[in-house]
């Protein structure tokens, strides 16, 4: 086989399931992991966000969402019979009510199950505030400890002066910004940030020399400088008060997290219990999701309304709705096409007699004939 050659300007039509030879141009066979984008090109798909774990959802079931506006979204699962509902932005879960004819268990009180739902969710977010808490104060009792001992920083920094400063390239003058100097008379020059800490031949109350950097600084040893690394000796910078105070925060906030999720887990084990008591275990035979399994079902959102299609039910008409077709299928049999339709009142032939006659009996029932007709 040749090789076929094609100029392709993007892929940003995106997949397409029809075959090769009926794909338009930038129609691709998949996207792994990749958004395409007109105004920005083909972008790598953003990263996921963990939000929530779902309550009570199943391995498998039928998956779909339910997009009403900005802030009114919910994923939604049908499985085992039922419909499951959680808010999209939050996980949180929503009370469900199927209906009549549906299979629900007299022991199901939806009322029951809303307020516990309530609860339940009232008590995941009282656990979410006091999980916050516990960080809070686990991380203050982490820098307090932290801060109990005393330490040593380095410190060393040489900075420029440019002259002029529009041409940086020209000349340039080089000086002490942290650091130690010392000259050839033994006098130490002690900088911290830039502040000129002490002149001495003695170096001050918690300084001391470190690393020697002269050789790194020729202008500097050109002035007859020897450069050196300033150690400095920090201080505490918490008290054992301070520790013992942080230490009793952090253990309040973990008693309140701990009761929040055994609160949390007795509110959960009531809601459950309310569903399973709506568990639906048997569908009525005439129920319109007899029968439906997770592939069975379509859902379509307009507005503040989805609409549920269940594929495995066949569509047909009522038992009253079949009866009142064939009576006028009888009746446009009898009567010629010409005939004019009688009104309300007396028919207007004998002919309306003998056609009401016919398709009656057909019913398995017996009609008079109407009145006003003879023979």
């Known amino acids: 086989m040749s090789t076929l050659t094609q100029r392709i300007p993007n892929l940003f039509l995106g997949i397409s399931q029809q075959p090769d030879s009926r794909k338009f141009p930038g129609q691709v066979r998949d996207a792994v992991n990749t958004l395409p984008d007109f105004a920005l090109g083909m972008l790598k798909r953003p990263g996921g966000e963990f939000i929530e774990s779902l309550t009570n959802a199943t391995a498998s079931g039928r998956w779909f969402s339910i997009l009403r506006d900005q802030n009114e979204k919910y994923v939604a699962q049908y499985a085992d019979n039922v419909f499951r509902i959680w808010d999209l932005a939050t996980g949180s879960p929503h009370a469900v009510n199927m209906g009549s004819n549906t299979g629900v268990p007299g022991s199901c009180v939806i009322a029951d199950v809303k307020t516990t739902l309530a609860n339940y969710n009232a008590a995941v977010a009282v656990t979410k505030t006091r999980l916050a808490e516990l960080n809070t104060a686990q991380a203050s009792y982490a820098e307090i400890l932290a801060g109990q001992d005393a330490t040593q920083e380095e410190l060393f ?4 002066n440019y002259s002029p400063s529009s041409v940086p390239s020209s000349l340039y003058d080089t000086y002490l910004y942290s650091g130690i100097l010392k000259d050839a008379d033994g006098i130490y020059t002690v900088k911290n940030a830039d502040t000129l800490v002490s002149v001495s031949t003695t170096l001050p109350a918690g300084y001391s020399l470190g690393n020697e950097r002269t050789d790194e600084q020729p202008k500097l040893a050109a002035q007859g400088y020897r450069v050196f690394t300033a150690i400095h000796d920090v201080a505490a910078a918490n008290t054992p008060a301070e520790l013992s105070a942080a230490l009793a925060a952090m253990n309040t906030a973990q008693t309140n997290y701990d009761n929040a999720v055994a609160d949390e887990a007795t509110k959960l084990g009531l809601y459950n ?36 299609l269940n594929k495995a039910k066949v569509v047909e008409r009522t038992k009253k709705e079949k ?35 016919a398709v009656a009996p057909a019913r398995g029932r017996t009609s008079p004939k109407p009145s006003g007709c003879t023979g």
């Open 157 to 160: 920094d040489v900075r420029f």
């Open 273 to 308: 219990a309310e569903i399973a008591d709506c568990a639906i275990t048997t569908v009525p035979a005439n129920a319109y999701l007899k029968d439906a399994s997770p592939d069975d079902i379509e859902v379509l959102t307009l507005n503040d309304y989805t609409f549920v």
């Open 323 to 357: 009866e009142a077709e064939a009576r006028w299928e009888g009746a446009s049999r009898c009567l010629p096409a010409n005939w004019p339709i009688p009104s309300r009142g007396r028919p207007s032939s004998c002919s309306w007699a003998y056609c009401w006659s």
